[in-house]
């Protein structure tokens, strides 16, 4: 697995490391990075996002989710295959977030040929505080996860 081949796949972990558990996708990304992968902090701004992925073929993106299942909670979309669901992505402060900008990149053409995107479902989201317990348990898994999928296989 050379640097080569982790450089292709952009990670990008969205959320605000200061609201609680929606800094789980920025937690992934840093646990991704001292692994030697391209990943990158991201706020969530939708229209960003999609100028952040331009050029790459393979995009991962993490996210917190709310969805109602026990916090920690992992679930895994091929955003390529078709759209997310909006009301589990709603925990970002902007009202055009991961699952806008997937559905606006694919409007425009703009989408990665595969854009896997992982929620962690989160439990508080409160101002200044960190990871929930479970939400923190939750974010070594999901690096692992990308790892294996998205770079052993190359």
Known sequence: ??????????????????????GAGPRVAALLRAQGVNAADHDGDG????????????????????????????????????????????????????????????????????IIVYGIEGESFALGAGLSDRVEQACPRVAQDILVESFQRQ
Do not use: K, Q, Y
């Open 47 to 114: 229209l960003a996002l999609i100028d952040l992925w331009e050029n790459h073929s393979a995009v991962v993106i993490v996210d917190a989710m709310v969805t109602g299942a026990a916090p920690g909670t992992v679930r895994r979309f091929d955003a390529a295959a078709g759209p997310l669901p909006r009301e589990a992505f709603a925990v970002s402060s902007h009202a055009f977030g991961v699952a806008e900008a997937v559905e606006t990149a694919r409007a425009l053409g703009r989408l990665p040929a595969r």
């Open 1 to 22: 697995m050379g640097e080569g081949g982790r450089g292709s796949v952009l990670v990008i972990g969205v959320g605000n490391p200061d609201r609680g558990d929606d």
